[in-house]
């Protein structure tokens, strides 16, 4: 009866070792995804915020326009007030230059509204791929893994195997019927 208790502590072992790998790799799978999940979600809330900013923008773009109109209007008013001729020398090259300056404005905040824009769009996607990537980084640990936990598994089970009497298969196995050691290659 003692002769089979190495075998049954080995099977156990066996059966530990392969219940092990199986729970460790459905855990990794099981955080891959939610690390997935994360990644979206946090891409997700990133797009959000660039509908906010564009909108943003629109509005910040349609009230720098409406105080050019103002301006304009307000030094075509002072203009004529004054008695200047507004279609032809200094009081036009006044108006040109606003608009002018106005324009830049628009274009400055335009461009700084599109780079900012670009960072948020280009933030999103970075972490989507970083989610993605470190997803199947922690599939490819799982795999390896599971592979590792069934190799031990199989190891034991062979152990356990070549522990049984009159069946050994390395040199150096003990013979429990005799109580001795076996070496050479006689193992019965």
Do not use: H, W
């Not at 891409?43 to 900013?53: C, P």
């Not at 326009?65 to 030094?75: C, D, I, K, M, V």
């Not at 989610?131 to 089970?157: C, D, K, N, Y």
Request: hydrophobic share 35%; net charge positive.
């Amino acid at each position: 009866m003692a002769e089979y208790i190495i075998p049954i502590i080995y099977g156990i072992s066996a059966v530990a070792s392969t219940a092990g790998a199986v729970v460790s790799y459905q855990q990794a799978q099981t955080a891959a995804k939610q690390t997935e999940y994360n990644a979206q979600a946090q891409a997700d809330a990133i797009a959000a915020e660039q509908k906010r900013k564009a909108a943003e923008m629109a509005e910040n773009q349609r009230r720098l326009a409406l105080q050019g109109r103002r301006e304009r209007a307000t030094q075509l008013a002072a203009q004529v007030e004054s008695g200047f001729v507004t279609s032809t020398g200094t009081p036009l090259a006044i108006m040109a230059d606003t608009i002018v300056a106005q324009s830049r404005r628009m274009g400055d905040y335009s461009t700084e509204a599109g780079l900012a824009q670009a960072r948020l769009g280009t933030q999103g996607s970075t972490i989507l791929q970083e989610g993605r990537s470190q997803a199947g980084m922690m599939r490819s640990q799982a795999g390896a893994s599971l592979v590792s936990g069934l190799a031990g598994a199989a190891t034991s089970f062979a152990g356990s195997m070549s522990n049984r009497p009159g069946t050994a298969t390395t040199p150096n196995t003990y013979n429990y019927k005799t109580r001795q050691p076996m070496t050479g290659t006689n193992y019965r």
